[in-house]
């Protein structure tokens, strides 16, 4: 099975300052057949169900703000919140759509 | 608008049975993988199971392999997953998902509670 390693677990970040996530992941997720990483990313507010921010490692979904982007090819990733908003609290979490693992999630907050 | 709800959860007793049921609408619910995931109360998302469009394929995590069983109704526009044999582990909110490889719709959840 691919483990999915996220870091920091949670992270304090004032606002306006840049948030960086990394996720690792034990195998590359880099696929030769279609060249493309199987690497998503979601947010998850409080009682509310994840939401989809990013796919392919770096393209972002409809409608997310383009304060939010991934990087990374292989076996590392980062999401980057460029200037974090109030509305940005939240867990995210990294998943290899492979077979489908996600990363353990980093809590958000604000300094 | 696109719309999962799940329904089906609740409280049930170690070594019990529960079925699952996630409603769709406002997409081609017969052209999309659909997959469950599951999320322990304050924990991290666990991919259970997907299913292929025709329901001709599914794949399970390790960890519900020979208990749960996905399957798909696509007239009904409905996927579902029976829990069999169910554990206090499997105590979580049961989230439904569209997928195009990643998961792109979610539903809001239904809470299955493991409990004597």
């Known amino acids: 099975d691919i483990v999915m390693t996220q870091s920091p677990d949670s992270l304090a970040v004032s606002l306006g300052e840049r948030a960086t996530i990394n996720c690792k992941s034990s195998q590359s997720v880099l696929y030769s057949s279609n060249n493309k990483n199987y690497l998503a990313w979601y947010q998850q507010k409080p009682g509310q169900p994840p939401k989809l921010l990013i796919y392919?490692?770096?393209t972002r979904e409809s409608g997310v703000p383009d304060r939010f982007s991934g990087s990374g090819s292989g076996t590392d990733f980062t999401l980057t919140i460029s200037s974090l908003q109030a509305e940005d609290v939240a867990v995210y979490y990294c998943q290899q759509y492979y077979t489908y693992t996600f990363g353990q999630g980093t809590k958000l907050e604000i300094k | 608008e696109v719309q999962l709800v799940e329904s089906g959860g609740g409280l049930v007793q170690p070594g019990g049975s529960l079925r699952l049921s996630c409603a769709a609408s406002g997409f081609t619910f017969s052209s999309y993988w659909m997959h469950w995931v599951r999320q322990a109360p304050g924990k991290g998302l666990v991919w259970v199971s997907r299913i292929n469009s025709d329901g001709s394929s599914t794949s399970y995590a390790d960890s519900v392999k020979g208990r749960f069983t996905i399957s798909r109704d696509n007239a009904k526009n409905t996927l579902y997953l029976q829990m069999n044999s169910l554990r206090a582990e499997d105590t979580a909110v049961y989230y439904c998902?569209?997928?195009?490889?990643?998961?792109?719709?979610w539903g809001q959840g239904t809470l299955v509670t493991v409990s004597s």
């Open positions: 392919w490692a770096s």
């Open positions: 998902a569209s997928s195009q490889g990643y998961l792109d719709y």
